[in-house]
């Protein structure tokens, strides 16, 4: 087993109706606040009334409003539009000069994984006197960061848990997570009942981004038992309840279980003790999701069955036994062999029956650019020290397989 220094100082707020707890949070944070988020989602998003502490009842009935409701008193400037993907210009840029020009205290971001990514860009951004590229791009490290408050309305990424935020620019095809441990959310709150609007798409990402998260820390050289038995048992959670999920997207209970594993995929929490295993998959589709801004998860989806058969080998054999028998309840009687190529068509199968086109062709990815993205994703993303190596040709390999 390996050292590990660990600590996540985040405090998760969980379940139906608890923004009524925003005020109160919010005090210790100062009175002027960032709210960020993306497209609209929030304005259409549904509430219902709450009952607060004095009595009275909020009138607001969707997101938005509701958290502007909630904050009467603090004064907040807007930072709208993050878009998916959230580029670095111009939402990071102009976070950061909102934030400087008004001296904000605290950033409220209230969307999916996009929104916190960014805020979390804008809140180190915001205590550094330069570009804020230099710190995205490691060549300063932050010293402090805003405080980060969000409210999460998409189960997918584990930013809520966690001290990365993805960014991307344009102009240079580049797609890079920020990790700090000044970006960890001081609060963020989770209630499933917001992710009840997540569409059918987006909902298929979020399993898919999640199942790879834990894949990315299950396909390791040392592992202990406990480390697995948590990974195989979020698998199987994500795959019961993401069915569950797309199948009745109000089903309080499969989206509350849903989103908890989600916020357990990238907080580190799976591998503590484990060997590295480089998150080659997460490395790949990130270039995807820089040439050709596709949305995260598909692109994990239809990487990682390819990738799972390029590094099938004597070495990684008995990993893939393991994961086909205790997640997918393949026959441990089978030569070995046969059961780890059926796991990983079972991993194909899930994500197709999921509504995810399973092939990059589909996405708008053609051969052209696949050795430009792969140099790219070889130079930068440090692949040759995964669990299982992987050279620019090996990489070209895995995306080919994937058109
Ligand atoms: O633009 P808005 O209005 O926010 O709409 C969003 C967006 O169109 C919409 N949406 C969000 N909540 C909704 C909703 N629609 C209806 N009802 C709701 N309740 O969904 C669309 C996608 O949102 P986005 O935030 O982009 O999705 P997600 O949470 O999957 O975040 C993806 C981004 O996170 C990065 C990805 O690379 C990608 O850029 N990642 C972040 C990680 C992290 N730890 O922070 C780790 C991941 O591996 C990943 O790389
Ligand atoms: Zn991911």
Same mark, same amino acid.
């Given at each position: 087993?390996? @050292?590990?220094?660990?600590?996540?100082?985040?405090?998760?707020?969980?379940?139906?109706?608890?923004?009524?707890?925003?005020?109160?949070?919010?005090?210790?944070?100062?009175?002027?606040? &960032?709210?960020?988020?993306?497209?609209?989602?929030?304005?259409?998003?549904?509430?219902?009334? &709450?009952?607060?502490?004095?009595?009275?009842?909020?009138?607001?009935?969707?997101?938005? #409003?509701?958290?502007?409701?909630?904050?009467?008193?603090?004064?907040?400037?807007?930072?709208?539009?993050?878009?998916? @993907?959230?580029?670095?210009?111009?939402?990071?840029?102009?976070?950061?000069?909102?934030?400087?020009?008004?001296?904000?205290?605290?950033?409220?971001?209230?969307?999916?994984?996009?929104?916190?990514?960014?805020?979390?860009?804008?809140?180190?951004?915001?205590?550094?006197?330069?570009?804020?590229? #230099?710190?995205?791009?490691?060549?300063?490290?932050?010293?402090?960061?805003?405080?980060?408050?969000?409210?999460?309305?998409?189960?997918?990424?584990?930013?809520?848990?966690?001290?990365?935020?993805?960014?991307?620019?344009?102009?240079?095809?580049?797609?890079?997570?920020?990790?700090?441990?000044?970006?960890?959310?001081?609060?963020?709150? &989770?209630?499933?009942?917001?992710?009840?609007?997540?569409?059918?798409?987006?909902?298929?990402?979020?399993?898919?981004?999640?199942?790879?998260?834990?894949?990315?820390?299950?396909f390791?050289e #040392?592992?202990?038992?406990?480390?697995?038995?948590?990974?195989?048992?979020?698998?199987?959670?994500?795959?019961?309840?993401?069915?569950?999920?797309?199948?009745?997207?109000?089903?309080?209970?499969?989206?509350?279980?849903?989103? &908890?594993?989600?916020?357990?995929?990238?907080?580190?929490?799976?591998?503590?003790?484990?060997?590295?295993?480089?998150?080659?998959?997460?490395?790949?589709?990130?270039?995807?999701?820089?040439?050709?801004?596709?949305?995260?998860?598909?692109?994990?989806?239809?990487?990682?069955?390819?990738?799972m058969?390029h590094i099938l080998n004597e070495r990684t054999l008995p990993r893939f036994v393991?994961?086909?028998?205790?997640?997918? @309840?393949? #026959?441990?009687?089978?030569?070995?062999?046969?059961?780890a190529?059926?796991?990983?068509?079972?991993?194909?199968?899930?994500?197709?029956?999921?509504?995810?086109?399973?092939?990059?062709?589909?996405?708008?990815?053609?051969?052209?650019?696949?050795?430009?993205?792969?140099?790219?994703?070889?130079?930068?993303?440090?692949?040759?020290?995964?669990y299982a190596?992987?050279?620019?040709?090996?990489?070209?390999?895995?995306?080919?397989?994937?058109?």
């Amino acid at each position: 087993m390996q @050292n590990f220094d660990y600590q996540t100082p985040t405090r998760l707020i969980f379940g139906k109706g608890v923004i009524a707890k925003l005020p109160g949070v919010m005090t210790q944070f100062g009175k002027k606040i &960032l709210l960020a988020y993306g497209s609209g989602s929030i304005k259409k998003l549904k509430v219902e009334s &709450l009952k607060l502490k004095d009595g009275s009842s909020t009138k607001a009935t969707n997101l938005y #409003d509701l958290t502007k409701e909630l904050l009467k008193g603090y004064e907040i400037i807007e930072l709208p539009d993050i878009q998916p @993907n959230p580029k670095y210009d111009p939402s990071v840029l102009d976070g950061v000069r909102l934030c400087k020009e008004h001296k904000i205290d605290v950033i409220l971001a209230v969307g999916g994984g996009s929104v916190l990514n960014c805020s979390k860009a804008i809140a180190a951004g915001a205590c550094y006197d330069g570009d804020p590229w #230099d710190l995205i791009s490691y060549k300063v490290k932050a010293k402090a960061a805003l405080p980060i408050v969000d409210i999460i309305t998409l189960a997918a990424t584990g930013s809520e848990y966690d001290s990365g935020g993805v960014i991307s620019r344009t102009e240079t095809n580049d797609k890079i997570g920020y990790i700090d441990r000044h970006l960890y959310p001081a609060v963020s709150f &989770l209630d499933p009942t917001y992710t009840f609007t997540v569409n059918k798409k987006q909902t298929a990402a979020g399993i898919a981004d999640a199942m790879n998260h834990v894949m990315e820390q299950y396909f390791v050289e #040392d592992a202990t038992l406990l480390n697995d038995g948590f990974c195989e048992s979020m698998f199987r959670s994500l795959m019961v309840n993401g069915r569950k999920c797309l199948e009745n997207p109000e089903d309080y209970t499969a989206r509350a279980e849903m989103m &908890l594993a989600c916020t357990y995929g990238c907080n580190g929490i799976l591998a503590l003790g484990n060997s590295q295993s480089g998150w080659p998959c997460h490395g790949i589709e990130h270039a995807l999701s820089a040439y050709y801004d596709i949305t995260h998860g598909w692109g994990l989806a239809i990487i990682t069955p390819r990738w799972m058969k390029h590094i099938l080998n004597e070495r990684t054999l008995p990993r893939f036994v393991k994961y086909g028998i205790n997640v997918f @309840n393949i #026959d441990k009687n089978l030569d070995k062999w046969e059961i780890a190529n059926k796991a990983i068509d079972e991993t194909y199968k899930f994500f197709e029956s999921i509504g995810i086109p399973m092939h990059l062709r589909d996405l708008g990815i053609d051969e052209s650019r696949v050795d430009e993205m792969s140099h790219h994703i070889a130079v930068n993303e440090g692949l040759d020290q995964a669990y299982a190596p992987l050279t620019e040709k090996d990489i070209a390999e895995i995306i080919t397989a994937s058109l």
